[in-house]
């Protein structure tokens, strides 16, 4: 999956408001956050062949470190742990754990048998993608979801909260549909836009939450 992710990390707002988003947003995403360096530096292997599935031309070849269940579980598990140490509580600690986890179990319903239990072991997933109908109305019904919860989570501070938050929301819908698109035209350029697209990303949740506060 791809903008499920950050309807995850919209909804996981109402749990923790104090939560800056783009940390919700790190949480959730963490995994396509590590797989673009991985990929770069060759400890991880994506191909691009178009027709893999209906909806991606990825082929998936390896990724055991980024998106295994017992690695993600781990990495949640270290994430909230460090977070926490900053002061921010068991919840914001379990809700950055579990949202770290949640990318496995979204992609184990969008991909093909894929996704790695751990490294070197069996590889599952229920192949959503095979149709691209069913995947857009899977994914935009839990972004339309996330958005609500959001917004209903919190009100702008100013005309600044609410036309950010404006921006981000387009951004993103903007960048799921030009993510299935076209085949990218090399895996190098692929990584190099993955990373850029998540710094942007982050950065315009930043301008946008830091304009809105809790209900």
């Known amino acids: 999956m791809f903008i499920g992710h950050f309807a995850l990390g919209l909804a996981a707002k109402r749990a923790v408001p104090r939560l800056p988003l783009a940390m919700l947003f790190v949480a959730a995403q963490f995994a396509d956050l590590l797989w673009p360096v991985l990929v770069a530096v060759g400890i991880e292997e994506v ?3 178009p027709g893999n599935t209906a909806f991606t031309p990825l082929n998936f070849v390896s ?3 980024s998106h295994s269940l017992v690695l993600l579980v781990l990495w949640g598990v270290g994430l909230g742990a460090i977070y926490r140490r900053v002061g921010s509580g ?3 600690w379990l809700v950055l754990a579990l ?3 949640s990318h496995w ?5 969008s991909h093909r048998p ?3 239990l751990y490294p070197g072991g069996p590889k599952f997933g229920l192949g959503l993608w095979n149709s691209i109908t069913a995947t857009r ?3 935009l019904t839990l972004y339309a979801f996330g958005c609500w919860i959001y917004v209903r989570s919190t009100r702008a501070r100013d005309g600044v909260g609410r036309w950010a938050w404006v921006v981000l929301s387009i951004l993103l819908l903007a960048a799921y549909f030009a993510a299935g698109s076209q085949p990218p035209p090399s895996v190098t350029a692929l990584w190099i836009v993955s990373m850029v697209g998540a710094v942007v990303t982050i950065a315009v949740s930043v301008w946008a939450d830091r304009h809105r506060a809790p209900r």
């Not at 179990?105 to 319903?109: P, Q």
């Open 105 to 109: 179990v979204l992609d184990f319903v």
């Open 63 to 65: 990724y055991p470190y």
């Open 137 to 139: 109305l899977v994914e």
């Open 99 to 101: 949202l770290v986890v």
């Open 47 to 49: 191909r691009i062949d």
């Open 90 to 92: 068991a919840r914001a």
């Open 114 to 116: 894929d996704m790695p």
